[in-house]
């Protein structure tokens, strides 16, 4: 995602420049380590959506969309939005039962997961809502099941952080 020059990949913003350097790298065929996606894991429990911050972050907005896969170019779809005072969790947050503190302000709408990714960005933003750091993940919706924890990585795992 291109913000203010910058892209994000993983937890890191790159400039331009770096992200021109990362690409000629991956071209030349060099291996480039790029960091994942934040720490968190989804799975389904009493058919809702439950999701798990593994480094229990600091937010204050959370916000959980829908984009259809098949979809060119694909435009997420916000289904579920709570925003209020900044809280940290360790416990599962179920989809559609605001966090302590918090306050839905969008849904929760219907959440279609066959066909879909599924976004999830727990976020802080100042007064003015300008965002100051973001723990985001991406899911299959074709993966996520009641049988097993799917990763960040989008692998099934006994337990959702190790």
Excluded: H
């Amino acid at each position: 995602m291109i913000v203010g020059g910058f892209v994000r990949v993983g937890r890191r913003a790159v400039g331009l420049l770096g992200m021109t350097a990362l690409l000629s790298l991956t071209l030349s065929g060099c291996v480039v380590p790029i960091e994942p996606i934040d720490p968190m894991a989804v799975k389904m429990v009493n058919s809702r959506l439950n999701v798990v911050l593994c480094e229990s972050p600091s937010f204050n907005e959370l916000q959980i969309s829908e984009v259809d896969k098949s979809s060119k170019p694909s435009r997420p779809q916000m289904v579920w939005r709570v925003t209020g005072r900044t809280v940290s969790t360790s416990s599962p947050i179920v989809f559609g039962v605001a966090p302590t503190g918090l306050n839905s302000v969008l849904g929760p709408s219907r959440l279609d997961l066959p066909g879909n990714r599924v976004t999830i960005s727990a976020s802080v933003r100042d007064s003015g809502g300008a965002l100051i750091k973001d723990y985001f993940g991406i899911f299959d919706g074709d993966s996520i099941s009641n049988s097993y924890w799917l990763n960040e990585r989008n692998e099934r795992v006994a337990t959702p952080c190790p």
